[in-house]
């Protein structure tokens, strides 16, 4: 135990019972051992520093904790490491109209971020499911995406500046929130999805954009996943999306039992989509329909009448997650090309059923980023080792399905614990050794988040 650590926290600010152990020492993942040493809650960047100069000087380790909604472990700490909490550096310290940019502590809620945005006439784009709870520290640190990507992109496309405190502990100010920045390597974008093993964001600048238009919603039913593709383009090439979600029918039954929720079309099919666009492009977009109901793409569909049924219709979509965490999922972030993806997914559907007759499978996912969330449901006799022990045996499989697609191993949840032995069916030997010489550059002593993601 540090001694150090108490002098640089105050009694209120660090904590070693074990209710706060366990609270701040894990994510949403459930299958992996929490043991870390202290919580400690920063309120300034200099501190974040004194801390990383005390962990190198006394070889302590250190792991970043945000809102803890993290899929892949990234957040775990399981070693008796130091947990670094930015529930304390929470302010939104400034707002610049002109540039349309917000300055925030990297401990602030996505929400609060949202709700703020909204308040000076403007919008942030990013959102999903956890967006009460999230941090944009670790949103960054992730690159999350969730359900508008198709029109905004990940939470990449948003920061314009970024504080970090390296390894080493150097502050580095990247970018500074400029628009137009041509003097050389952008370290930004090397922190942003790092997943806290080269630094720790302190702060970040982030771009807002105009309010969009009042949004409707779609839900259409579909006899065959590559109806879905078709209906996609179709349209994609009449109207701008704000998102094109998809899921399937088990999905359905499991989220409408778990939020109470009606089902949203009269007759059941195979798989939906949830299609997000402008109001004034309601009148394309039902033209867009009636040609797909035309041509058997689509058997049925609605569109919502009212804000309140636009957001029951996602609730559909949202609640998917929360309704499946009581089986203990084995959770697969899969991404392919669009063009790759009906065949991806009757070749991995061949593969899990071959191999997982007696599990329960649930797909859904962001189909119009190519990004499919395959789930395995755990069954009830089966321990949660030995039911991830059967998962990830699938997984070279699997994985190399992904790889000769030229796809990733995770395109939203991040590599953390979950899937740091299977990074190599993403990324070349060559991009590895570079990863791994950046990381010894910025973290010599390999005390930022030790273990994850390489
Ligand atoms: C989602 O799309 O619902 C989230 O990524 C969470 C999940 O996959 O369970
Ligand atoms: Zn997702």
Redesign the pocket.
Known sequence: MSESLDKLFSPTRIKRDADALATWGCDWTRSFPVAPSAVVFPETIEEVQALVVLANAEGLQLVPSGGRTG?SGGAVASHGEVVVSFDRMNRIIGFAPADRLVTCQAGVVTQTLQEFAERQGYFYPVD??SSGSSQLGGNIATNAG??RVIRYGMTRNWIAGLTVVTGTGEILDCNQGLVKNATGYDLRHLFIGSEGTLGFIVEADVRLTRIPEPQRVMVLGFEEFRGILKVLSHFQSRIELSAFEFFSELALQKVTAHRKLQRPLAKSSPFYALLEFDASAVADASAAFEHTLGEGWVTDGVLSQSDAQAASLWQL??G??ES?APCSPY?N?LSVRITEMPEFLDVVDELMRASYPDFELVW???IGDGNL?L?ILKPDDLSIEEFYGRCREINPRLFELVQERRGSISA??GVGLLKKEFLEYSRSPAELEIMRALKSVLDPNGIMNPGKLL
């Open positions: 899929l999903f499911a969730g359900i979509r949202e998917i997650s499946l959770k972030d859904y996912g962001h969330h789930n939203e949840h």
